[in-house]
């Protein structure tokens, strides 16, 4: 079993950063990669990036890339999403997941067997 906790959402201005954290228990967090995801109010839950287990592979969604980085510090068990230059259509419950074992990595939330519970951010304008 992993359990996930995020942290460090909140309210931010447009053109502000922010920088979740993700920290992971129950298992080594090298044993499996790791994705955020985000869902606004009213629509579907969607990708938003992913780190391989060793952290030398990431993924980006399109309306991130240049924005956001996803990296990993596997001797904290952490996990991180530092964004940048944040946007009003950011604003969203964003959570982190782990894919176990997640040898390639998914764009896909079905792949992800584990969830935290979210931490919303507010990008206001």
């Known amino acids: 079993q992993v359990q996930l906790v995020e942290s460090g959402g909140g309210l931010v201005q447009v053109g502000g950063s922010l920088n979740l954290s993700c920290a992971a228990s129950g298992r080594a967090s090298s044993s499996y990669s790791m994705g955020w995801f985000r869902q606004a109010p009213g629509k579907e839950r969607e990708f938003v990036a992913a780190?391989?287990?060793?952290?030398?592979?990431?993924v980006t969604a399109d309306s991130v890339e240049g924005r956001f980085t996803i990296s990993r510090d596997n001797t904290k068990n952490t996990v991180y999403l530092q964004m940048n230059s944040l946007k009003p259509e950011d604003t969203a419950v964003y959570y982190c997941a782990a894919d176990d074992p997640g040898w390639t990595l998914s764009r896909n939330r079905v792949a992800y067997e584990y969830w935290g519970q979210g931490t919303q951010v507010t990008v206001s304008s």
């Open positions: 780190i391989s287990r060793s952290g030398g592979m990431a």
